[in-house]
């Protein structure tokens, strides 16, 4: 088959006549894991300086955000389009109010033509989830929310808060209003081995998901993880051995299910491990062939859990 996966990148481009960039927003927001509502540890693998992008500064508007993402990305393709992504920590955690100026703020900048909103499960209402639903007949949405495991045990262990009951709730309260929705999964906590991973596969597959995302555990300094990690080391993927996971991962999930992507680098100076010296295309690349040598593709196994 031509496709080993159903990639996000050919995903994306039959939603569009043109080509979209996703452009990061900080809007201020901060966590219930980390203001005390919950918590005020967060989840203890968290820095979101691991993600936010340079043009991304919370001391200036949304508007003058995406503006300065847009000068960043406008020499390569001048005829560019843009989704405005409320990236850093829970971008739905605020007043509907709230909430609506910020979401509305993005869509009335040029050349801004759908938005993705990052969140926790925990974080979503009935009266949110109308007013995203009556949004999305108009421009294109998309919801992204942190399951990062259906592990009930580990859930609690990275002191996430929510338990994952909470996940397919609000993943299918979503999905049945319509609006595009996307989740996230890290592979390589601690406590779970390439097994019960792949014993999540099938558990993915059976929510209403539209997109999903997948990345290895990386131990980022300054963070709980980081402490447990030099207390007593666990194991942490090579390039290798996530590869070949990857590859048995996949081929237990249902075909329909787009994959944005497989793996994520934290910056140099904060990752402490695993140290792949790899670019994600690099990755991407090997993965590639590794599925292409070894015959392995969405969705081979599926049919098993079905």
């Given amino acids: ?78 005829e560019m389009k843009y989704l405005a992504y409320f990236q850093a920590f829970t971008n739905t955690y605020g007043s509907i109010d ?69 996940s397919r709730r609000a993943i299918e309260e979503t999905a049945k209003r319509g609006i595009l929705t996307g989740g996230h999964i890290i592979l390589g906590l601690p406590g779970e081995d390439a097994s019960e991973s792949i014993r999540q596969a099938s558990v993915i597959s059976s929510l209403p998901l539209n997109i999903l995302k997948v990345h290895q555990l990386q131990v980022i300094r300054g963070t709980k993880l980081a402490r447990m990690y030099s207390e007593k080391p666990f194991h942490l993927y090579s390039v290798d051995e996530y590869i070949h996971l990857i590859g048995e991962y996949i081929r237990h999930l249902r075909p329909s299910l787009v994959l944005e992507r497989f793996v994520s680098q934290s910056p140099k100076e904060l990752l402490i491990a695993p140290k792949w010296g790899l670019k994600n295309y690099e990755f991407t690349n090997l993965l590639n062939n590794y599925l292409k040598k070894n015959g392995i593709y969405q969705g081979e196994l599926f049919a098993e859990h079905v």
């Fill in 98 to 166: 709230h909430l609506k100026m910020l979401y509305e703020e993005a869509l009335n900048v040029e050349d801004i033509v759908g938005i993705v909103i990052g969140t926790r499960p925990d974080c979503v209402s009935e009266d949110l989830l109308d007013y995203l639903q009556e949004l999305s007949k108009h421009t294109f949405v998309l919801v992204e929310y942190g399951i990062e495991t259906t592990n009930d045990d580990t859930l609690r262990l990275i002191n996430r808060g929510h338990d994952f009951e909470c």
């Fill in 1 to 78: 088959m031509d496709q080993l996966y159903n990639d996000f990148s050919h995903w994306i481009r039959r939603q569009f006549p043109f080509r979209v960039q996703k452009l990061s927003v900080d809007a201020g927001f901060t966590c219930p894991n980390r203001d005390g509502r919950l918590s005020t540890g967060g989840c203890i693998y968290c820095d979101n300086n691991t993600f936010n992008p340079a043009y991304c500064d919370r001391k200036k508007t949304v508007a003058e955000q995406l503006e300065d993402g847009k000068r960043f990305f406008s020499g390569k393709y001048p």
